[in-house]
């Protein structure tokens, strides 16, 4: 287990994910932010998180594309807007977490989380791998 040192570092780049998902980050910056090497802080990361810096990035930008969609946003603004630059990167991960595609997922209703506090619909809309979702035992 990481000590509370590393572990503060390892948030400060967590927090940088989550603050500026749309920019163009990698692990050379984030490490940076972290105070370590690439490698050193890929590790740590993974150890910490339970996944890559690169997953957690693609799983806020899914996040974040999942209530643009939801406003009724254009799948490619949706693409464009969390910081991915290739539509079909894109949708492919975004079908992995979600289990549907973009446009399936814009097209549904979603009158549900409308009614819901905004803490509550980031909860309950969160994206989970779909493997991790089969493989985990129902609560």
């Given at each position: 287990?990481?000590?509370?040192?590393?572990?503060?570092?390892?948030?400060?780049?967590?927090?940088?994910?989550d603050?500026?998902?749309?920019?163009?980050?990698d692990?050379?910056?984030?490490?940076?932010?972290?105070?370590m090497?690439?490698a050193?802080?890929?590790?740590?990361?993974?150890?910490?998180?339970?996944?890559?810096?690169?997953?957690?990035?693609?799983?806020?930008?899914?996040?974040?594309?999942?209530?643009?969609?939801r406003?009724g946003?254009?799948?490619?603004?949706?693409?464009?807007?969390?910081?991915?630059?290739?539509?079909?990167?894109?949708?492919?991960?975004?079908?992995?977490?979600?289990?549907?595609?973009p446009?399936?997922?814009?097209?549904?209703?979603?009158?549900?989380?409308?009614?819901?506090?905004?803490?509550?619909?980031?909860?309950?809309?969160?994206?989970?791998?779909?493997?991790?979702?089969?493989?985990?035992p129902?609560?």
């Open positions: 287990m990481a000590d509370l040192a590393t572990l503060t570092h390892l948030r400060r780049a967590r927090d940088l994910i603050r500026e998902y749309a920019r163009p980050l692990v050379p910056t984030l490490a940076r932010h972290a105070h090497s690439p050193h802080f890929s590790r740590q990361f993974r150890a910490a998180y339970g996944e890559t810096p690169y997953s957690y990035l693609m799983t806020r930008r899914v996040e974040r594309a999942m209530a643009l969609l406003a946003v254009s799948v490619t603004d949706a693409c464009m807007a969390v910081g991915c630059t290739s539509l079909g990167s894109f949708s492919s991960r975004f079908t992995e977490l979600v289990g549907e595609t446009s399936a997922y814009r097209a549904r209703e979603h009158q549900a989380v409308t009614a819901m506090a905004p803490c509550v619909v980031k909860i309950r809309t969160r994206p989970v791998r779909i493997r991790e979702a089969r493989s985990s129902a609560a």
